[in-house]
């Protein structure tokens, strides 16, 4: 098969999707043997030798994948203006590389930004590709998570998009049953062309390992309870619930709550604690793939969180780290959330109500007193992790295209 993806979001971005984008099109190629190719845009922190060219794309292969780099603007994400000028420029970059895709069987957009599904559906058409949607996030909910810009007009535009895009793909991807009610009720999404497949971990790459290591030593974890937050610091999380956590937790000695990572919100949560002069949260940066073996590895546990309301429109995928390391975590999210089904159903997790923070609190003391059980709630994560490990979910992915090209073969 012949597969394009369209993503602003692909290596070397830091970005979840990115980074999960990139290891689905290179276990194509390389485990099934997949052509396949990728309109991307400039990841934000590229190197200082990989500057854009005056071309509208420009062309480069990475472990068997063909990457058409659509050259845009590099803005700071922090700002509105900046995002939607990055945006706006990628789009128009990945418009005119839809035309140089050649002939594939498959073209999948996935919602970096939510508009390129619209440059990935034409690209299908004029080609005669099978179009699917993945749906990493679902608009115009998620975008009512910015705080400095809120537009009637773009919600109603971009609610209009999403529901031409779910009608008219051959195949729509959801990360989870509660994002596959939201389509079908909320958005008009054909039922029977929606499919589910999680979002992963690589359960080769993260296994559980000591917590005495050389991360939880520099970093003076190795004597302490470690409540654990990893992964982007954004808007989503609503991460100050865990930091009014902390605050209750004082009295715990050994514990510390960790927030790993970079993101919107870290410089104001940062000038909180140190207001408050909690000595109990300590803020660690991004760490890379190659090292967070050592950073699971030094928590006791976990937190995912996400606004209320949100669940659905967003599935934190976090959570298949978290699993594939084998450590237990507290899941402060809407009951209806896939992350919360996980913890229920692989008896692996414990539920805090979102945004309450002496629910968070009283759920991070049950670990904290309980260490048999945390323990082996940790085993139980590392069993359930196989039914969402990376070789798993690449292979459902792989099966669906061919499922859908072979119908469009016969017809």
């Known amino acids: 098969m012949n597969i394009c993806f369209f993503n602003r979001s692909y290596w070397p971005d830091q970005a979840a999707t990115g980074q999960l984008l990139t290891e689905l099109a290179e276990d194509l190629v390389n485990r099934h043997g997949c052509t396949v190719s990728v309109v991307a845009g400039r990841a934000l922190h590229a190197p200082a030798d990989a500057q854009p060219t005056r071309r509208m794309f420009d062309r480069e292969t990475r472990n068997g994948v063909t990457i058409l780099r659509a050259n845009g603007t590099r803005f700071s994400p922090v700002r509105f203006a900046g995002r939607a000028t990055n945006y706006l420029s990628y789009f128009t970059s990945a418009a005119v590389a839809g035309r140089a895709i050649g002939s594939p069987d498959v073209v999948v957009s996935l919602t970096d930004p939510p508009v390129v599904g619209l440059a990935a559906r034409a690209a299908a058409r004029r080609s005669g590709a099978r179009f699917v949607f993945l749906c990493e996030d679902v608009f115009p909910e998620v975008a009512s998570l910015l705080e400095d810009f809120h537009s009637k007009t773009v919600n109603r535009t971009l609610n209009h998009i999403n529901r031409s895009l779910l009608r008219s793909a051959d195949a729509t991807v959801a990360l989870g049953e509660r994002m596959r009610r939201r389509l079908v009720d909320e958005k008009g999404a054909p039922a029977s062309r929606i499919h589910v497949i999680h979002n992963w971990a690589d359960c080769e790459a993260i296994v559980p390992g000591s917590k005495d290591n050389s991360f939880s030593r520099a970093h003076g974890l190795a004597d302490r309870f470690v409540v654990m937050h990893s992964g982007n610091v954004g808007l989503s999380q609503n991460l100050d619930v865990l930091i009014e956590a902390a605050a209750r937790l004082q009295s715990k000695e050994k514990l510390v709550v960790v927030i790993v990572g970079d993101g919107a919100r870290r410089p104001a949560l940062e000038r909180e604690v140190e207001r408050r002069g909690l000595a109990n949260v300590r803020f660690l940066p991004y760490t890379p793939k190659d ?50 089904a996980i913890a229920r159903d692989h008896a692996c997790g414990v539920l805090a109500q979102p945004n309450d923070p002496d629910s968070l609190a009283a759920s991070i003391v049950s670990l904290y007193d309980n260490p048999h059980e945390a323990h082996a709630m940790g085993e139980r994560a590392r069993r359930a992790a196989l039914q969402f490990d990376r070789r798993v979910a690449v292979q459902a992915y792989y099966d669906l295209f061919a499922r859908i090209t072979s119908v469009a073969q016969a017809a």
């Open 291 to 340: 090292r967070l073996h050592g950073a699971f590895a030094s928590a006791d546990a976990f937190v995912v969180s996400l606004k209320a309301g949100i669940e659905g429109y967003i599935v934190p995928s976090k959570v298949y780290g978290i699993l594939a390391a084998g450590r237990p975590f507290v899941a402060a999210v809407d009951e209806s959330c896939e992350v919360a």
